[in-house]
């Protein structure tokens, strides 16, 4: 149940602290990525020694498949009905704490799971802490009937929002395309700055095929930043100081 060696220190640092947070008794939304994947192992390190009672809701089926495999009970989020908090990775995370997720295609159920939790507690290392989200190509999962009358539909949005002409590509998997938990396909958004998020995300909630995108907003409560020395920066909405981050992940 312990880390592998490799495991990256910031991220390891993160979690901790993330875990650190969990009570006896707490229902729990797990998230899902490499960082959230660090964090259910040292959950479920603690939920072993300590002998904790939790109810455990997962973000995606491998998020379930690791928890199980740890020994940690996973429910459904219906079944369990309302969650405490949720602990989820990130691709971006901006000074108000709004974030772009999906880097994993898991963004459609760890929205649902974050929405359905009093708190969502965002862990990361100093390199995904931006001034502006965008850098990161955002995910927008699309259903596959009309695929590329949605990718159509996207670029006519950015272009109202004058956002230019961008790059709107299929998530492959070698050749293949990646195909989400909901068996939805995904768009990446390359638009390098996305200068007025909310415009952005009521823009593409109004299309008909998106599912859903990455961008995440006004829904995490605190982001817990690791450091390679094993400590940690929690930030509430506007404490980031993204330089002073970004010197220190160098
Ligand atoms: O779809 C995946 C999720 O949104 C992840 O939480 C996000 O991509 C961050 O993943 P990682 O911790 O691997 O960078």
């Known amino acids: 149940m312990s880390q592998s060696p490799q495991v990256d ?34 959950l479920a390190a603690r939920v072993q020694a300590e002998g904790l009672s939790l109810r455990c809701a997962a973000t995606s089926r491998a998020t379930a498949e690791l928890a199980e495999s740890l020994g940690l009970r996973i429910e459904s989020l219906d079944d369990i009905g309302w969650l405490d908090m949720t602990i989820d990775g990130a691709d971006e995370v901006d000074p108000d704490l709004h974030l772009i997720k999906g880097g994993g295609a898991a963004h459609l159920r760890e929205k649902i799971v974050a929405a359905a939790s009093d708190r969502m507690v965002v862990i990361a290392d100093p390199g995904k802490v931006v001034e502006t989200l965008g850098a990161f190509p955002l995910p927008v999962e699309v259903l596959e009937f009309g695929f590329e009358t949605t990718r159509k539909l996207i670029r006519r949005a950015l272009e109202g929002l004058e956002l ?85 992940g160098e």
């Open 9 to 42: 220190p910031a991220k390891l640092a993160a979690a901790k602290a993330a875990v650190a947070l969990v009570e006896d008794g707490m229902r729990l939304g797990l998230g899902t990525g490499s960082t959230a994947s660090v964090m259910v192992r040292e």
């Open 164 to 248: 230019g002409e961008h790059d709107i590509l299929q998530r492959l998997k070698g050749s293949d395309p990646v195909v989400t938990d909901e068996g939805n396909l995904i768009l990446d958004l390359h638009l390098e700055v996305i200068p007025d998020p909310s415009g952005l995300a009521r823009a593409l909630s109004c299309i008909p095929g998106v599912v859903e995108h990455g961008l995440f907003l006004g829904m995490c409560d605190l982001a817990i930043i690791g450091r390679e020395d094993g400590s940690v920066i929690e930030l509430a909405r506007n404490d980031i100081d993204a330089d002073m981050l970004a010197q220190e």
